[in-house]
């Protein structure tokens, strides 16, 4: 067995000559997007490989590097990526860890991950790395491919070694490598040729192999040939008549003539189908009257098995639920194992309850991780308030930018508590300024109050002027008077 350190030729050189983790789902039948034989084609060179990758793989190959550091730092790993060789298998493994003999699987996906492809192609790796269990970290894509890294949206599953699935693999690969050597050796063999070969007959049920017996392609002959002569030459005299108001009544029995031999071409058509489809309705429903047969007894049997098969799962599930209610015996916080769910994998037959706990125990060391970290993100902003409020002389709350945790990183709010309590300061100088503004308003409308009340208590007195001067100073004395609201009046001369 060689060991190298990962690199782009290993991974995508002679790839014809080995057998590497993404064509193990395939050889399984996990891959919805390639079949056996189109794998078989290519390894065997007969088709070349067109997939050159997209955007979703080139995402990935961005995401995985920072992935991988974050799982180290929080973990206290020390992933690598790696190669093992040996014979036609070669597995290049996103992380492998020499001192916890771990390996890391980091895969990025949309809604729904594609988990027991992820751990067919992890089983592999713990073969050829000789390791008993591995981490598969699942990271969600986000829609508008953000490559900035977000603790968020990744999911540590913990993956056990399973021999006997291993055991099926190996077979399942040296069963393909005969299936290549036979396209080899068979040019142009069909796909049913290729599944036909590694299909073993069941010998109780060849009785019931469906054959043919007899097989007669519907042929119908028909003196084609002389309607058509005939029927282009009685057509040349009826070809471009014209006819008139007064010949209405031949118009009419012309097309009457012509519709009448239509007709009775159409007749002939559907009356001789009918009589050739006639065996085939009779065969299909000889077929699904077999059909009925089978589901006469199906039926029963599939509703016998999915009562078995419910009964299981819900025994698995409480199952389950006891080993979460044993984390909270031993210490795991009840909020936490809530939001511990059983997923429909856990209730797989092949699926043990010691790997189901392993895996819990890594949900809910994430939680407790999340949880922790989050509280520590409520001290932070608790204590930067308080700061706030001390060294600005302010009155902030905490609550309010607690709940911004929801949609910002502690920086950010951090630097948002400071600009609010610079806000809250100049909001209380302007109010004073406000204040100082008004009293001095009141203060100046309270003296002209005053002055009014002082000029309407003076008292007044009554003298008599004989006062002597032009028209035009006259005139100005009575301005002036009026003015300041002297009384007077003009007496006329006796």
């Known amino acids: 067995m060689s060991i190298t350190t990962q690199a782009g030729p290993n991974v995508t050189e002679n790839r014809h000559k080995y057998i590497g983790g993404s064509d193990v789902s395939t050889i399984l039948g996990l891959n919805k997007y390639k079949s056996v034989y189109e794998l078989a084609l290519e390894k065997t060179g ?178 084609y040939k002389e309607l058509e002569a005939a029927l282009e030459e009685n057509l040349k005299r009826y070809e471009g008549l014209t006819f008139t108001e007064d010949d209405a009544a031949e118009c009419k029995k012309t097309i009457t003539e012509l519709r009448k031999g239509k007709k009775a071409v159409d007749q002939y058509r559907l009356k001789t189908k009918k009589q050739l489809t006639a065996p085939v309705t009779a065969f299909e429903n000889q077929c699904k009257e077999l059909n009925k047969k089978f589901d006469e007894v199906i039926n029963p049997l599939v509703e016998q098995h999915d009562v078995f098969e419910n009964n299981r799962k819900e025994e698995k599930r409480k199952d389950i639920q006891e080993i979460i209610e044993r984390f909270v015996d031993a210490g795991l916080d009840k909020t936490i194992a809530d939001e511990l769910v059983i997923e429909d994998s856990y209730l797989a037959k092949s699926k043990s309850l010691k790997s189901v706990e392993e895996e819990l125990k890594t949900v809910a060391d994430h939680l407790v991780m999340k949880r922790e970290k989050e509280e520590a993100d409520k001290d932070v902003i608790e204590s930067t308030v308080e700061i706030a409020n001390n060294r ?79 028209e035009s100073q006259l005139d100005a004395l009575e301005a002036f008077m009026r003015n300041e609201n002297i009384e007077f009046k003009v007496k006329e001369e006796n």
């Open 46 to 223: 007969i088709v070349k490989s067109e997939f050159k990758g997209n955007e979703y793989t080139e995402y990935g190959n961005i995401m995985e590097p920072q992935i991988r550091e974050y799982v180290n730092l929080m973990h206290g790993t020390n992933f690598k990526e790696n190669t093992r060789i040996q014979d036609n298998l070669r597995s290049n493994t996103d992380g492998y860890d020499a001192q916890y003999h771990l390996i890391l699987e980091i895969k990025t996906h949309g809604k729904t991950a594609t988990i027991e492809a992820y751990k067919a192609q992890m089983q592999l790796y713990m073969y050829q790395f000789e390791c008993n269990e591995g981490w598969l970290a699942l990271y969600e894509r986000p829609k508008d491919f953000d490559a900035e890294f977000d603790s968020e949206r990744l999911k540590i599953k913990l993956v056990p070694r399973d021999n006997d699935f291993i055991k099926g693999m190996l077979a399942a690969i040296k069963e393909f490598w005969e299936g290549c050597e036979y396209l080899k050796s068979h040019p142009g063999a069909s796909e049913h040729d290729f599944y036909k070969r590694t299909v073993k007959g069941d010998e109780g049920m060849n009785e019931l192999q469906v054959k043919t017996i007899q097989f007669e392609p519907a042929k119908v002959e028909f003196n």
């Open 392 to 470: 600005y002389g302010v009155n902030l709350t905490s609550a309010a930018y607690i709940h911004l945790l929801n949609h910002k990183d502690v920086k950010e709010i951090k630097t948002q508590i400071l600009d609010d309590a610079q806000d809250e300061i100049q909001k209380q100088v302007d109010k004073e300024k406000e204040e100082k503004r008004i009293e001095e308003l009141k203060a100046a409308k309270q003296k002209e109050t005053e002055k009014v009340v002082e000029e309407a208590d003076e008292p007044t007195y009554f003298e008599l002027y004989e006062v002597i001067g032009t």
